[in-house]
C-alpha cells in the first residue's frame, strides 16, 4: 500500500513538473508605432518550452490614446522554433520605423523577416538572409518584396571576390500575411 501511494505521489509530481515546463512566458517586449496613429504599439513574443524545443507566439497589440490594448494578430508559426545547443536561434523582435522585423541568428549567419502593416494586416516586405558554409563562402541575400527585387550573392570570404551573383524581379502576389506565415517555407524568403 506504501509503495503504490509513493507511486502514484510520484507521477502526481511528474505530470505537475512537465506541465509547468511547458508553460508559455512573455520572452519579449518590443514598442514603437505600427500603424502611424502617433501610438506606441507593442509587439509581444511569448514562448514555451517543451524539453530542448522552444516555440514562440507573436502577438501584436494596437493601443489607443487611453492605453487599451487591441489585438490584431496572433501567429503562432511566424517565428520558427529553436532547438537548444543547435545555434539556431531567435535573436529578437523589433519595431523599427513602423515595421516588425524577427531577427534570427544561426550558428554560421543571421536571417531578418521585415513586416509592416498594410491592406488590413502585416505584410512581408523584406527579407535578408546571410551564410557562411563554413568552407570559405558566404551568401547573401536581399528580397525587398514590395518593389520584387532579388538579390543573391554568392562570396569567397577569403579572397573577398563574387563567385555568383543573381539580380532580378522576383513579384509575389499577395504578399504574405504575419497571420498566417510560416518562415522558410519559400525558396525565396527562407
Request: cysteine-free; charged content about 25%; overall charge neutral.
Amino acid at each position: 500500500m506504501y509503495n503504490k501511494s509513493v507511486i502514484y505521489l510520484f507521477f502526481m509530481l511528474l505530470g505537475g513538473f512537465v506541465h509547468s515546463q511547458q508553460k508559455t512566458v512573455i520572452h519579449q517586449i518590443a514598442k514603437g508605432d505600427l500603424n502611424k496613429d502617433g501610438i506606441t504599439d507593442l509587439a509581444i513574443v511569448k514562448a514555451g518550452k517543451n524539453g530542448d524545443i522552444t516555440n514562440y507566439i507573436l502577438e501584436i497589440y494596437f493601443l489607443d490614446k487611453e492605453g487599451n490594448k487591441k489585438l490584431i494578430v496572433n501567429a503562432e508559426k511566424a517565428i520558427e522554433a529553436s532547438q537548444h545547443g543547435t545555434g539556431d536561434n531567435l535573436e529578437n523582435v523589433e519595431i523599427v520605423k513602423g515595421t516588425v522585423h524577427i531577427n534570427y541568428s544561426f550558428l554560421r549567419g543571421q536571417s531578418k523577416h521585415i513586416f509592416r502593416y498594410q491592406n488590413n494586416g502585416f505584410e512581408l516586405i523584406g527579407f535578408s538572409y546571410g551564410i557562411s558554409d563554413g568552407q570559405g563562402h558566404l551568401t547573401d541575400v536581399e528580397f525587398n518584396l514590395s518593389t520584387g527585387r532579388y538579390i543573391s550573392k554568392l562570396s569567397n570570404y577569403e579572397t573577398g571576390e563574387t563567385e555568383s551573383k543573381e539580380d532580378k524581379i522576383v513579384k509575389i502576389r499577395p504578399l504574405p500575411n504575419l497571420r498566417n506565415f510560416e518562415p522558410y517555407r519559400s525558396k525565396y524568403f527562407y
